[in-house]
């Protein structure tokens, strides 16, 4: 019953931007920091951000500052993506977990089943 679902993916033309959505049900997502991650295929999963809990705290992978901006409500975790490419193309994953500067998967332990976003002109 308890469930996270990712929202908001779709194509999108090169230079255009994306707001995805994680919204919990079942479960209180304030409880939890909230993860972002993106998979592409034939490659590894990719920390983008995450922001803990209360949402005083965010971090964000070195090579996702910039374009990349991650922020909260009590039940709804959300990123927003600006200035696309299509190296940006992949499955797009939000988690609950731990939040730290240095965070990455492994400390993420519930998952969504993930957006697509597909950059393309």
């Known amino acids: 019953q308890v469930q996270l679902v990712e929202s908001g993916g779709g194509l999108v033309q090169p230079g255009g931007s994306l707001r995805l959505a994680c919204e919990a049900s079942?479960?209180?997502?304030?409880?939890?920091?909230v993860g972002w991650f993106r998979q592409a295929p034939g490659k590894e999963r990719e920390a983008i951000s995450c922001?803990?809990?209360?949402?005083?705290l965010t971090f964000y992978a070195s090579s996702m500052k910039g374009r990349f901006t991650v922020s909260r409500d009590k039940n709804t975790g959300y990123l927003q993506i600006n200035t696309l490419k299509p190296e940006d193309t992949a499955v797009y994953y939000c988690?609950?977990?731990?939040?730290?500067?240095?965070?990455?998967?492994?400390?993420?332990?519930?998952w969504g089943p993930g957006t697509q976003v597909t950059v393309s002109s």
């Open positions: 988690a609950t977990g731990d939040c730290s500067s240095d965070f990455r998967a492994s400390d993420f332990h519930f």
């Open positions: 079942g479960f209180s997502l304030g409880s939890f920091a």
């Open positions: 922001i803990s809990s209360y949402g005083d």
